[in-house]
């Protein structure tokens, strides 16, 4: 499992793109996004409408996703002389977050299935696999697990405050429209300050005023957070003083498992939003290299690119 302290707290003056996780989920934003991103990959779909019949959401939070991702580069506004309303296209970030997508999807249909089986099967075309991906070591190949890395101590990274919104958005809603293994993970992850949170955990803090110098995050919100994340699994809590009971919280192997998931943010971080490389250093501690992690196709072992895909779903809902 990682080791070492999270470089120190958010209130702290510098880079707020200092580090990959935090600028994957500054950029990206919530569930929302993610389901947004996922409807463009999987579906091809490019129209608000179809957007919101896929998803079911209000029309003031699909504007505002969309709008979000506009501005993190994910996605393209285009206006076409031929369609009265505009068109939101994956850009070249976009393609390159799919990876984040599918270690999602895998960690939704291992530790929540659905009952009638995965609803979407992923084709690596190359190779004609459809078994999950893995993320590996660039360096040696072998698949990484979170017990498999130390983390070195670096210069402060800040982490970057969520814009707006403190509450957990409605997260009992993203499968309201159809059956979503990346929206049953995105009901664990699927707000700023749960992944902030679950990003320190991934770094060695356990403790809760730990975890509030870090994040420079209120006590109730990190609470309310900390007893959720409990709650759905990836936590567990653990006395560590008497008087008075003091709790040390602790990832879970079902928390573990979402280190793929981080690893892959942490990539398309540094690659995409100008993040420092240098802002999380990070050792696989079989081969003693310094981790760059990489998605790829578990028979293979190429690396997963978006355009060696094919999506076929088993139990969706009509697409348009």
């Known amino acids: 499992m990682p080791a070492g302290a999270l470089p120190t707290a958010a209130a702290q003056a510098g880079d707020r793109r200092a580090d990959g996780v935090a600028a994957a989920i500054e950029t990206v934003g919530d569930a929302w996004s993610w389901l947004v991103l996922r409807e463009a990959v999987v579906c091809g779909v490019t129209r608000f409408?179809?957007?919101?019949q896929h998803l079911g959401a209000a029309r003031s939070t699909l504007n505002a996703r969309?709008?979000?991702?506009?501005?993190?580069g994910l996605l393209t506004k285009r206006n076409r002389a031929t369609a009265a309303k505009p068109e939101y296209v994956l850009t070249e970030a976009g393609e390159a977050f799919v990876p984040c997508l599918l270690m999602a999807m895998n960690w939704g249909d291992t530790w929540l299935p659905a009952p009638a089986g995965?609803?979407?099967t992923v084709e690596h075309s190359p190779c004609g696999s459809t078994a999950p991906?893995?993320?590996r070591c660039s360096e040696c190949s072998k698949p990484v697990a979170a017990r498999d890395v130390e983390f070195a101590d670096v210069?402060?990274?800040p982490v970057p405050t969520p814009r707006g919104r403190t509450r957990v958005p409605g997260l009992e809603l993203l499968e309201r429209n159809g059956p979503c293994s990346i929206a049953r993970t995105l009901k664990v992850t699927g707000d700023r300050w749960s992944s902030l949170v679950l990003r320190g955990s991934f770094f060695g803090i356990r403790r809760f005023d730990e975890f509030e110098q870090a994040l420079g995050i209120a006590s109730n919100i990190l609470s309310q957070r900390l007893s959720r994340l409990v709650k759905v699994g990836v936590l567990r809590k653990k006395p560590y003083a008497s008087r008075p009971v003091r709790y040390e919280y602790r990832l879970t192997e079902q928390g573990l498992d979402l280190y793929p998931m981080y690893l892959a943010m942490l990539?398309?971080?540094?690659?995409r939003t100008g993040a420092n490389p240098q802002g999380v250093l990070l050792r696989?501690?079989?081969?003693?290299?310094?981790?760059?992690?990489?998605?790829a196709c578990s028979t293979c072992g190429h690396d997963v690119r978006y355009g060696d895909l094919?999506?076929?779903?088993?139990?969706?809902h009509d697409r348009i």
Do not use: I, K, Y
Request: proline letters at 14%; a negative charge.
């Open 267 to 271: 990539a398309w971080g540094v690659e």
């Open 155 to 157: 210069p402060p990274a």
């Open 284 to 295: 696989h501690t079989p081969c003693g290299s310094r981790l760059a992690p990489v998605v």
């Open 310 to 316: 094919r999506f076929h779903e088993h139990m969706g």
């Open 66 to 72: 969309l709008d979000s991702l506009c501005a993190g």
């Open 49 to 52: 409408d179809a957007f919101q």
């Open 118 to 120: 995965p609803p979407l």
């Open 133 to 135: 991906t893995q993320v």
